[in-house]
């Protein structure tokens, strides 16, 4: 970060969203850190006239531009509304200006104005075309512009194409914090190792959403939200997917050899480190604990979660991969045991040999995978007892979202708002739905309802929107369930409803069907 100006001192800000960088220092970093993170959000206010929000994502390997609505009925479930990805990879501009002297890494000439144009364009659609709120558009830059000795050249060429625009520049533990946080969105709760792969670097966290307020044995202080105690424990390393894969192209195979191998010892420094710092993780590790989930996100652990998916038919001959068997799409909370998780061999071979398209493997995250594959081999080494493998869709930009929002709303089970009757606004039809729940509930046998076990809607907590289903199983046509809905037309509304909705996975559509 030698290159980039030091950001002036803000002053004391004022209620309502931050003011814009001023365009006379257009070169300046606005580097975010855990510190000044609630000082640069944009902020949230349920009176607000606008509730409208826009983020972009300059990552390693591309730029993400999305926006969402953050009304205070549906906020929790962060529904997008516009987005997009605009094919410029950072990280490779940076290896291809000179690979082999990091400290001379630039961004050419070419990428900057293609960077440029693009945020230029991504703020016309946002500000002019859908009427965010300036000061609800948030950009930030991650590990390439960290990197890039001209970092200074970039910003400017942004400031004059989209002026009033500020890049924000994240420190690498805000980086952990956004992306975790963005991966928990997903879920109802969680607790398990957080693992993301960028192009640049390896993020690890560990995150405990049954103890939302913690303190962790490297925290000082009064107890912290948990997803900053996760940051500041949270482990970066220069492992990305891009920097792996010029590695495995360029080098030699002993300088390979030696990467693997400062890979291995480096994660599994950060594993112990984490285990020290947060009790839970070293009960869950414990030789008589019940091992540990893991939670995978960012472009390449999701283009691993795809080919595990793609496999996923309970053949075991390697030779057959049947696109259409696992019967839901998006690998976004999809769930794999350990074991099969670990099956990195057979997804290298099923790679190299099938020519044909992979659903969620583009052609290349298919060059990236033995990059891909080297570092899930890593983790499956030093990580002991990996008891599932969860894939998440959520990343910086859901983060972002989520830290916008107050904690109790971040908090809140997104479960709760999914009810047909909810999205109507109709509260008559929401209580009756909860007070039929609660009769069935009480109707049970305790083992049943409250009691562990094979998964069901009531341990998944679904027995709301079972109830809910039932009474307005036609919430996408306004038609009340009693035009004798088939066993066909709820299979098929469960699987395919809501669309990568926060809390309804691949497990809780299953179930839900299944029970409907």
Request: charged share 20%; proline share 8%; with cysteine.
């Amino acid at each position: 970060m030698a290159a980039l100006p030091p950001a002036p001192a803000a002053p004391t800000p004022a209620p309502g969203p931050p003011a814009s960088e001023p365009e006379s220092s257009p070169a300046a970093a606005d580097i975010i850190t855990l510190e000044n993170l609630p000082l640069k959000l944009a902020k949230w206010d349920p009176a607000a006239t606008s509730h409208l929000y826009s983020l972009v994502d300059m990552g390693s390997n591309g730029i993400r531009f999305s926006i969402s609505d953050l009304a205070p009925s549906r906020a929790r479930l962060l529904p997008c509304l516009y987005q997009e990805r605009a094919p410029i990879s950072l990280l490779d501009a940076l290896l291809e200006h000179d690979p082999t002297k990091a400290q001379d890494d630039k961004f050419p000439e070419a990428t900057i104005l293609a960077v440029a144009r693009t945020l230029a364009r991504f703020r016309a659609i946002a500000v002019d075309g859908y009427g965010v709120p300036p000061g609800n558009l948030l950009v930030f830059a991650t590990e390439a512009m960290r990197r890039a000795s001209n970092a200074a050249d970039m910003l400017r060429a942004i400031a004059d194409a989209a002026p009033g625009t500020t890049v924000h520049v994240l420190e690498p533990r805000v980086e952990t914090l956004l992306g975790a946080v963005g991966a928990r969105s997903s879920f109802v709760g969680v607790r398990g190792l957080f693992v993301d792969l960028g192009g640049g670097s390896l993020q690890i966290s560990y995150l405990n959403s049954d103890e939302p307020d913690q303190v962790s044995s490297a925290d000082a202080g009064p107890p912290s939200y948990y997803g900053i105690v996760a940051a500041r424990a949270g482990q970066s390393l220069p492992f990305g997917a891009a920097r792996m894969t010029h590695i495995i192209e360029h080098e030699s195979s002993r300088v390979l050899d030696a990467e693997v191998s400062g890979l291995q010892s480096k994660l599994a420094a950060a594993v112990e480190h984490l285990r020290r710092v947060h009790p839970a993780l070293a009960a869950d590790l414990a030789d008589d604990g019940p091992g540990v989930g893991l939670y995978l996100y960012g472009g390449g652990l999701r283009g691993y979660g795809s080919m595990l998916m793609f496999n996923d038919n309970g053949d075991d001959d390697d030779d057959h991969a049947a696109a259409a068997a696992y019967p839901l799409a998006g690998v976004g909370s999809y769930t794999v045991s350990g074991r099969y998780f670990a099956e990195t061999k057979k997804m290298r071979k099923v790679n190299k040999k099938h020519k044909d398209k992979i659903p969620g493997l583009s052609g290349r995250r298919r060059h990236q995978f033995p990059a891909i594959a080297t570092v899930v081999e890593a983790l499956v080494a030093v990580v002991p007892k990996i008891r599932s493998a969860t894939f998440c869709a959520g990343g910086n930009r859901e983060g972002a979202l989520m830290m916008i929002l107050p904690e109790p709303v971040r908090e809140s089970n997104p479960l709760h708002l999914l009810s047909s009757s909810r999205r109507h606004d109709e509260p008559p039809q929401a209580t009756v739905a909860e007070s039929l729940t609660a009769t069935l509930i009480e109707a049970l046998p305790e083992s049943l309802a409250d009691g562990p076990g094979s998964a069901t809607v009531f341990s998944l907590g679904l027995a709301t929107l079972f109830v809910d289903s039932l009474l307005w199983s036609g919430a996408s046509s306004g038609e009340p369930a009693d035009n004798a809905e088939t066993a066909s037309s709820f299979l098929h509304f469960t699987l395919g409803r809501d669309p990568g909705v926060p809390g309804l996975g691949h497990l809780e559509r299953a179930v839900l069907a299944v029970t409907l």
